[in-house]
């Protein structure tokens, strides 16, 4: 029986080399190996086209070449007969060959001499199963498909968007052994992901950021794709592409505003899946390894299929907060004021980036900033600590981008933040779309001039 | 390109003796429309005098391409090495398929336990480095051409550049 090219797919993960044949115009074949074939789909493969060579010369004069392919498990090897239909060299699926290519040119040594020029498409004509081949004898693993229901099934009870996105790293790691994750939110209006929960990590790194087509996180929100890579790779480093985006922005953004990003320094495999409802983007799901390749072509599905069904209950939940529940009754649990008491924070808030320092330590800029602002001060004008998120969402002063806007996402980085960095300053989410301020320390608060 | 037996061989005895060492092979031919065979060869052997290249196929598992290369179509061959990358590429306009001679069984017994422990060494595993050189036995042919073109096939921009015989 000629297996489906899907049932293939562990033989593109690149551990063994494609070999691919081609024939030239006089009628010589020619034969050598293939950097990369990435399923397309069941019927499409995508071959990196790195330097314009025989191969190439001989797809673009007749269309046709073989590849043999070697599955890593039982060397089982698989000839598919491929046609060459067309070259892409921009978009979703180059940018995810190309990430993977400077994953295999890192891993083996090979960083300056491959440079993805173009993915090739083929259609697969036909697929040979070579006779002979042992039986395969794929080592037991975690079944993904049961690990996927149980983690929705967690995702499903989480009545606010703070439990959604802890219970959907904590699912990771109980369902699927998946140690290292972060969430990151998007924010159209800077064009950057930020961190607003992580799980593994020694420093929570709530708040870090990394502009869109930075690494591999930033480059999978641009292409709305994931990106799987399985060896370490330099280039798509997280801490990387950090380093480089602030460095290349403007003065007010250097070193003393930013947030480390969490993250394992010698990650072995990274896969970064995209939550997009329709084409928005909200954000990214980033899960990581030690391990080379422990993440398969399965593992991708799971977590795509996983990252659509929660970017669909962020929007469900972001949207509940918008109409707040009824006022919370005084008999409520958090309803007990703190006592102000202890020497005085001092506050400073930069109006031209909206950011926050807190004994001249870095809380928050941006939007959150602005948010924190304002509820500072309101509280030191009048003592008010109760609040909705429509009342943000109405004050012109925060120049919220607009209602697509997650600000229940800004409440919850804020939130952390400060309990990580000024417990006297604490957020206390009261009921749907309402919070409450506790104040246990003396504020100092102070708008500081920039420069 | 038809070798004159005065001119030197295409391979020099470094390149020959690379021919010999853990490398993988892939063979390729083409049918009469053009549509590319692929086999992998089981190790080879090359003549006294460096002008014959004698490559072991399994007849079950190269059925496509014995066709095609008993039909007349031409040959090629890619010899890499896994754990340096370093390759190079035969051509011939025309092979023959014989059966194997004395000694032929036991070059492949050699070629398969250096060519695992060569896969083996660069962390695969035990069961795959086995299942990769999987024993073809007496049901192999040999498969000898006399190549007239060379190339450069490591890797990187000089891929595909043709080598002359003592260059």
């Known amino acids: ?451 | 390109m038809t070798a004159i037996l005065t001119d030197p061989p295409l391979l020099d005895t470094s390149r020959a003796a690379f021919l010999l060492e853990p490398v993988a092979i892939n063979v390729a031919s083409h049918d009469a429309g053009f549509t590319p065979s692929i086999a992998r060869a089981h190790g080879c052997r090359i003549s006294a005098d460096r002008r014959q290249v004698t490559l072991f196929l399994s007849v079950l598992r190269s059925r496509v391409l014995l066709r095609d290369l008993r039909a007349g179509a031409p040959i090629a061959a890619v010899f890499a090495r896994p754990i340096n990358h370093r390759s190079m590429q035969l051509k011939a306009p025309v092979a023959e398929i014989v059966p194997l001679s004395p000694g032929d069984e036991q070059l492949m017994a050699a070629y398969a336990e250096a060519f695992a422990a060569e896969l083996s060494g660069l962390g695969d595993g035990e069961n795959f480095s086995r299942a990769m050189v999987m024993a073809v036995g007496d049901e192999a042919v040999a498969v000898t051409f006399t190549p007239t073109r060379m190339f450069e096939q490591t890797p990187g921009p000089a891929a595909g550049q043709p080598l002359e015989s003592g260059t």
């Open chain 1, 1 to 451: 029986m000629t297996p489906s090219l899907g049932s293939l797919r562990s033989c593109f993960e690149g551990a063994v080399p494609s070999a691919i044949a081609t024939c030239g115009a006089d009628g010589m074949p020619n034969v050598t190996y293939v950097s990369q074939v990435h399923y397309v789909d069941e019927h499409h493969v995508a071959l990196s086209y790195q330097f314009f060579n025989k191969t190439r010369d001989n797809v673009l004069d007749n269309g046709r070449a073989t590849v043999q392919v070697v599955d890593p498990d039982a060397a089982g090897h698989y000839r598919l007969y491929l046609q060459y239909l067309r070259t892409e060299t921009e978009g979703p699926l180059f940018e995810n060959m190309k990430a993977k290519l400077a994953a295999i040119a890192s891993h083996t040594g090979m960083s300056k001499v491959f440079r993805l020029l173009g993915s090739d498409i083929y259609r697969v004509q036909r697929i040979e199963v070579v006779p002979g081949n042992l039986p395969s004898q794929s080592p037991l693993r975690d079944n993904l498909l049961s690990g996927l229901r149980a983690c929705l099934a967690d995702m499903a009870l989480s009545a606010d968007l703070a439990h959604l996105l802890d219970a959907t790293l904590a699912g990771l790691e109980s369902r699927w052994n998946i140690r290292h994750s972060l969430l990151l939110m998007f924010d159209p209006d800077r064009c950057c992901l930020y961190t607003v929960a992580s799980r593994g990590y020694d420093r929570s790194g709530v708040g870090s950021e990394i502009c869109l087509g930075e690494g591999i996180i930033g480059v999978a929100a641009r292409e709305q794709t994931p990106i799987r890579i399985g060896h370490a790779v330099q280039e798509y480093r997280y801490g990387e592409a950090a380093r480089r985006s602030f460095a290349r922005s403007g003065a007010d953004q250097v070193l003393d505003t930013e947030i480390p990003f969490p993250g394992l320094p010698d990650a072995g495999s990274q896969l970064a899946v995209p939550l997009v409802l329709g084409r928005r983007l909200l954000g990214v799901l980033y899960v990581e390894s030690t391990q080379e390749k422990r993440f398969s072509y399965d593992d991708e599905d799971a977590l795509v299929v996983l990252a659509g069904q929660l970017a669909q209950q962020i929007e469900l939940l972001s949207l509940a907060t918008e109409n707040p529940a009824e006022r919370p009754g005084s008999k409520g649990v958090g309803a007990i004021r703190p006592v102000v008491r202890g020497a005085a924070v001092a506050v400073r808030f930069f109006a031209h980036n909206h950011s926050l320092f807190v004994d001249n330590e870095y809380l928050i800029k941006g939007v959150a900033g602005a948010i924190a602002w304002k509820l500072l001060r309101e509280h030191a004008a009048s003592g008010r600590t109760e609040f909705t998120n429509r009342e943000l969402r109405l004050d012109a002063s925060l120049q919220l981008p607009d209602v697509t806007e997650n600000l229940e996402a800004r409440l919850i980085l804020l939130q952390r933040r400060l309990a990580e960095r000024c417990p006297a300053i604490a957020i206390h989410k009261t009921g749907r779309g309402r919070f409450r301020l506790d104040i246990s320390r003396p504020l100092q608060l102070e708008a500081a001039t920039a420069g």
